[in-house]
């Protein structure tokens, strides 16, 4: 039997360091990890095998939720290690070349981009921080007197004042949650070097209660770590009832290794907050 | 190491480093799929489909099981998220196409047949005037539309 041909699975491009540091992991499909090193670059790889990875493959895989959530995992948890020792731009995932020597040619031919995601995200690391409103665990003013109906209040009636408060309640938590969202921001950026945003998460599905109204993603220098977790914590616990603040984190630099940058736009694109696509699907 | 062995179900526990809160996948495939750095590979992914599936990632995640749980199965149907949905698809677009040739060939043998005879006859000169612009009138517009099309 004929070994099947390879293929390499890149999973970061990142400054040279040990390989010993992801030579235990295991890759996506379980395979090993191993480095391809060329002229002060690294490229996180996997041999696997082709036909796991080509085209045919790739559009019935990704389409497999559970294929996609172990591969998904096993490249964050390679891309995680990595990001523990070096500097490192993610990839994203199924990143597949014809072995190594490409990778090697593409390192060579992407160099001057490489370098410049690299500085950028030069020792930082990302957090994520969610914000959600929750109408439901907020106490109207006066409950207790929006229950049931009021004395010479006709059930109709009762309906439609239940109907109003509920709304009002809905209003008051997006506003609340609105001008958390702006404080929060404007305490986590000071010790950000740069933000981006998110399209925030589906509540039904992603078992959260409440609505994900915002979902940012912060670039934060190894340094400012605490500072910034700090922060965060402070307006955690002043966020108002019926609001939630999560962090996530931290995170190899994933939301600013520069897909426009690697276009050729400047740098600075980094620092443009994606403006919220015209309302949520 | 672990053995390359089809995926078994049992999603594995896995915390970002030394962070708050461990990673969900919702967040995971969020930066996965959607962040990073997207550069050619030589396997082409279709980026459309890639682009469109993270769309619907966005709605569904978090829970992979929950998903299953609710009987969310609308990548079984949609085109862009099933080769199976867009197989399908494709084979009626081909045979449609394919009827819709004949159609077009056969009219085009109906019509055919009196332009050659009309070209003959306007070659002829003798049919008289009133003759030749008839024939001429429609040998002008395959011409046209060839020029349409280009």
């Keep these: 039997m004929s070994a099947p041909q390879e293929a390499s699975y890149v999973y970061a491009v990142a400054r040279p360091f040990a390989a010993e540091a992801v030579a235990g992991l295991a890759g996506v499909g379980g395979y090993p990890v191993h480095l391809v090193a060329h002229e002060g670059l690294a490229a996180v790889v996997s041999a696997v095998p082709l036909h796991e990875f080509d085209e045919e493959a790739l559009r019935a895989n990704l389409e497999d939720l559970g294929w996609l959530e172990e591969v998904a995992r096993a490249h964050h948890t390679v891309v995680d290690a990595a990001a523990r020792h070096t500097d490192v731009v993610p990839l994203r995932l199924a990143t597949v070349y014809h072995g190594d020597e490409r990778v090697r040619s593409v390192l060579a031919e992407g160099r001057a981009s490489f370098e410049r995601a690299l500085g950028r995200v030069a020792g930082c690391v990302e957090f994520g921080v969610k ?79 409440g609505e994900n109204v915002l979902n940012a993603a912060y670039l934060v220098a190894d340094g400012d770590t605490g500072a910034f977790l700090d922060a965060a914590q402070r307006v955690r616990d002043s966020a108002p009832e019926g609001t939630r603040i999560e962090v996530s984190g931290p995170w190899a630099p994933y939301s600013f290794a520069g897909v426009e940058a690697l276009e050729g736009t400047a740098p600075e694109a980094s620092e443009a907050t994606e403006a919220p696509e015209g309302g949520r699907p | ?9 049992e999603p594995r526990q896995i915390r970002s480093r030394g962070g708050s809160s461990s990673a969900n996948l919702a967040d995971v495939l969020e930066r996965v799929l959607d962040k990073g750095v997207v550069i050619a590979g030589d396997i082409k992914i279709n980026l459309l489909d890639i682009e469109l599936l993270t769309v619907k990632l966005r709605l569904l995640v978090a829970s992979v099981d929950k998903a299953k749980e609710m009987g969310i ?64 009138a429609p040998a002008e517009r395959p011409a046209a539309r060839e020029e349409d099309e280009k």
């Design chain 1, 131 to 209: 914000v959600y409103a929750d109408p439901a665990t907020r106490t109207p003013a006066g409950a207790e007197k929006s229950s049931g109906a009021r004395p010479g209040e006709s059930p109709g009636m009762a309906y439609l004042r239940k109907r109003r408060e509920q709304r009002d309640r809905r209003d008051d938590t997006w506003r609340t949650a609105a001008e958390l969202c702006d404080r929060l921001d404007a305490s986590l950026a000071e010790w950000a070097r740069a933000r981006e945003r998110h399209r925030p998460q589906d509540a039904s599905l992603s078992g959260e209660s």
């Design chain 2, 73 to 136: 199965d609308w990548w079984e149907n949609d085109p862009a998220l099933s080769s199976k949905a867009a197989q399908r698809a494709e084979r009626e677009l081909a045979e449609e196409n394919e009827r819709l040739r004949e159609r077009i060939a056969a009219l085009e043998e109906h019509r055919a047949a009196p332009l050659e005879a009309g070209g003959q006859g306007t070659g002829g000169a003798e049919t008289g005037p009133g003759a030749g612009e008839e024939t001429a």
């Design chain 2, 1 to 9: 190491m672990t053995e390359p062995a089809p995926w078994s179900g």
